[in-house]
């Protein structure tokens, strides 16, 4: 018989001031019946298991870097800061003498020395006349106080979005919104007995924006089966999605007149902040940040602006939560004195891009909506967070080997209150100072068998770093250090034991401590996706930074999401583990997650308590080889987390040996131990050597941080961005195909072809316009018909 400890939910029908508990006990018995497991052969047939078989449907959020490029009398975000009071102020204050020169000549340096003309995250200036008659409706639309009331009265900040240019009026909208109102244009055209043109306009609403930059969320739920190869099939449509976000820059840049204006808007991924959006950071105040960075999320939601008010908050939040870390460095014993170099108020690490994959079980859904169903809210939420706590485990086997962000730490940069960023809020004070000597360690910041970090003026730090050949760090993951992505609980406050309600209960703490705020989601690695919420169950990996092959690395780490997702069910179905096994403890749930950092930065070893209270982690440690008793600290193991990783591939090849078999996931367990045994096969080794090549380098060690850092920003806007655009068009090339197959047996596709394209083989067309598209060369005409191409071929996809 099999017992888990009983979840306490708070009442559905209480706010905050009564609290009902209620005490459940799920046997074997009771576990099988509640997710309907059937047996096979006496055994458990395991393709009655959630996220087995058929049974997963996908969907990514893609978070996307936008650029403008262009002469800074052409381009939006230097002549407005131009045209700022607080430029003018900054002018007066200093011709006053009633502040220093020095923030008012970097100011004018920004704006008169930027080498490529690259100005990342500004907005866009074009004609109002560009726009179809459809596409200004649309905007109209979004410019209303709530979308929900046509009648009703518009935004209050209605004057940023015109301006006035030699007399003329021009818009003016952030790049994530330049997307829907150029597809808005495209579908207008559209001829009215066209099938896609409905879907055009649906497609619409999924070219939004993250706090500041684009982000494009699938147009449709993936089913993942074994026709569509399970993860690849999500890797394909998030692909294609970038190729039309590129088409639709490119019919913009024309169309709309940017070109002939001196601009060219540009998207393409990067998972850091742009050096120089740092450096600007550095010069001016947080208000006057969030008035040039954060999206007015024009399009989305029916109350915009209140949606840009609360990205104002998180952007608040997170810098306060920055600054409050410092305090706990110190309560840590990390920062010994009062000579701290003191976070800038105006933090940026919402800059930060990553790519989110959401997995939904088909059974649980199904559940969820049977109302004769015993699987309620209360389940999902018990063994949704026992999930969680399982997969975390398995996590660092994504970082660096799917996904990675290089970034190269300079030495006066070394500073614990800089590079440390948010995980004091995320790890407890014993692995924060594990991970922190270790870093050290590793960094190169020695001097005569000392490590040294920086003093503080950064003229002295730099000078020291010239003499005596400190040169810093290169971590493979800075995304996930220099940003919030997994809040730790509090002792009174779980995040993860089951309960409804426990979130909200530990934003509470949290908030009273400073770090965040109750009306903020919960930052989390792997968060679940509750019916009631979102219309289906499942959960939301939110561990990728950058990949470098969309078709390749993402479609083998989603399949490697679905696997430990499934084998968590089943440890859980089979009563092997249990909330009591990883029991709800800030130091447990640290414990397992100073891995997941650990192996961002690139240290080599982590340490963990023989004694741990945390049965799983003893499970997986059993198979880790090379671990040692540690000399520094009793009663500690030493692990090295190529070890911990391939103990792990172990445990999946043992005990998920059914699942594989099942999903076909034979060819993701070989990928996975040939990037674990051959670095060059790791994206994070990818990445940093398409960086290097920029640079002539053979070492990332060799190059200052700006430089290293700003060849990765050229490289992923000109030599990984044509690479992924040319695997996604190797994928438009095959739905050409599809759809020239379909057209001989279905008269209606045939006469759109034909309308559509004068009767073109559309297989040529295609293939005539790969340079262009490549090239950025496209015209706006055939951009249109590009897209047009796509929209045919995803709703022939989707019927």
């Known amino acids: 018989?099999?017992?888990?400890?009983?979840?306490?939910?708070?009442?559905?029908?209480?706010?905050?001031?009564?609290?009902?508990?209620?005490?459940?006990?799920?046997?074997?018995?009771?576990?099988?019946?509640?997710?309907?497991?059937?047996?096979?052969?006496?055994?458990?047939?395991?393709?009655?298991?959630?996220?087995?078989?058929?049974?997963?449907?996908?969907?990514?959020?893609?978070?996307?870097?936008?650029v403008v490029m262009g002469k800074s009398e052409n381009v939006d975000l230097p002549q407005t800061i131009q045209n700022s009071n607080y430029f003018k102020n900054i002018i007066k204050r200093a011709c006053s003498g009633e502040m220093s020169g020095y923030v008012l000549h970097a100011i004018e340096d920004f704006i008169s020395h930027n080498d490529h003309d690259v100005w990342e995250n500004s907005w866009v200036r074009f004609p109002s006349q560009c726009l179809s008659n459809y596409a200004q409706e649309v905007f109209e639309k979004d410019l209303l106080e709530d979308k929900s009331k046509p009648d009703g009265n518009f935004r209050t900040d209605i004057h940023r979005f015109y301006t006035l240019l030699d007399g003329k009026e021009f818009l003016r909208t952030p790049i994530s919104y330049l997307l829907k109102l150029s597809l808005s244009d495209i579908v207008d055209s559209i001829h009215p007995s066209c099938s896609c043109k409905d879907l055009g306009k649906s497609f619409s609403s999924h070219f939004l924006n993250d706090n500041t930059s684009p982000e494009t969320y699938s147009f449709y739920p993936i089913s993942l089966t074994h026709n569509n190869r399970k993860g690849r099939g999500l890797a394909r449509e998030t692909s294609l999605r970038f190729l039309m976000s590129q088409l639709l820059l490119q019919y913009a840049n024309e169309k709309f007149e940017l070109k002939k204006n001196g601009q060219t808007a540009m998207i393409y991924g990067a998972p850091l902040p742009a050096t120089r959006q740092k450096q600007l950071n550095e010069l001016i105040s947080d208000s006057f940040y969030r008035d040039l960075y954060m999206s007015p999320c024009l399009s989305g939601w029916d109350r915009g602006e209140d949606k840009y008010h609360y990205m104002g908050l998180c952007h608040q939040v997170l810098s306060r939560s920055q600054l409050n870390a410092v305090s706990k460095l110190k309560e840590a014993g990390i920062i010994v004195n009062n000579l701290v170099v003191m976070p800038n108020m105006s933090n940026i690490s919402l800059a930060n891009n990553g790519t989110h994959v959401s997995i939904g079980s088909q059974k649980l859904t199904q559940l969820m909506m049977d109302s004769g169903s015993s699987f309620s809210p209360v389940e999902e939420k018990y063994f949704g967070d026992l999930v969680i706590k399982i997969v975390e485990h398995f996590l660092p086997l994504f970082v660096g080997t799917y996904t990675a962000a290089p970034y190269r730490m300079d030495f006066w940069d070394f500073h614990p209150e800089k590079a440390l960023g948010f995980l004091p809020h995320e790890l407890d004070f014993t692995h924060l100072r594990m991970i922190w000597r270790r870093w050290k360690k590793k960094a190169d910041i020695k001097v005569l068998g000392k490590r040294i970090t920086p003093f503080g003026p950064e003229w002295l730090d730099r000078l020291l770093s010239?003499?005596?050949?400190?040169?810093?760090?290169?971590?493979?993951?800075?995304?996930?250090?220099?940003?919030?992505?997994?809040?730790?609980?509090?002792?009174?406050s779980p995040a993860l034991n089951g309960v409804l309600g426990n979130e909200s209960r530990l934003k509470e703490d949290l908030a009273s401590m400073g770090i965040f705020d109750t009306h903020m989601s919960l930052y989390l690695f792997y968060r679940l996706r509750q019916f009631q919420n979102i219309g289906f169950s499942g959960f939301e990996g939110r561990h990728y930074s950058l990949f470098h092959s969309i078709m390749n690395d993402m479609a083998y780490g989603i399949n490697l999401q679905i696997l430990i997702t499934a084998l968590a069910y089943k440890y859980i179905v089979n009563g092997t583990i249990t909330h009591q096994s990883i029991p709800d403890h800030p130091s447990v749930e640290s414990e397992r997650r100073q891995i997941i950092f650990g192996q961002a930065i690139g240290i080599p070893t982590f340490y963990i308590n023989k004694k741990t209270s945390n049965q799983f982690m003893t499970k997986i440690m059993a198979h880790v080889r090379n671990s040692r008793p540690s000399g520094r600290y009793k009663g500690y193991c030493r692990l090295y987390h190529h070890e911990y990783c391939n103990a792990l591939i172990q445990i999946i090849k043992h005990d998920a040996a059914d699942i594989i078999e099942c999903n076909g996931f034979e060819e993701t367990i070989s990928d996975l131990e040939n990037r674990m045994n051959v670095p060059q096969q790791k994206t994070e080794?990818?990445?940093?050597?398409?960086?290097?090549?920029?640079?002539?380098?053979?070492?990332?060690?060799?190059?200052?941080?700006?430089?290293?850092?700003?060849?990765?920003e050229q490289y992923y806007r000109t030599t990984l961005k044509q690479f992924q655009m040319n695997e996604a068009y190797d994928e438009l090339a095959v739905m050409a195909k599809n759809l020239n197959q379909q057209a001989q047996k279905s008269s209606l596709i045939q006469s759109q072809l034909y309308s559509t394209f004068n009767n073109q083989d559309i297989e040529t067309f295609v293939q005539d316009k790969r340079s262009d598209v490549l090239n950025e060369t496209t015209s706006a005409i055939d951009s249109k018909l590009l897209i047009h191409l796509m929209l045919m071929g995803f709703h022939s996809e989707m019927t």
């Open 1 to 66: 018989m099999y017992i888990t400890d009983p979840p306490i939910i708070d009442s559905l029908n209480s706010k905050k001031s009564t609290t009902q508990l209620y005490s459940q006990i799920y046997s074997y018995v009771d576990i099988h019946q509640l997710f309907n497991i059937t047996e096979k052969n006496g055994k458990m047939d395991i393709e009655s298991l959630p996220f087995c078989g058929n049974d997963v449907t996908a969907g990514s959020e893609t978070e996307l870097q936008a």
């Open 466 to 492: 010239k003499q005596l050949g400190l040169k810093g760090d290169y971590i493979p993951d800075f995304r996930l250090i220099d940003y919030l992505v997994s809040l730790m609980s509090t002792d009174e």
């Open 685 to 712: 080794d990818k990445l940093r050597s398409g960086i290097l090549n920029q640079t002539g380098a053979k070492n990332s060690m060799m190059l200052e941080g700006d430089v290293f850092n700003k060849a990765s």
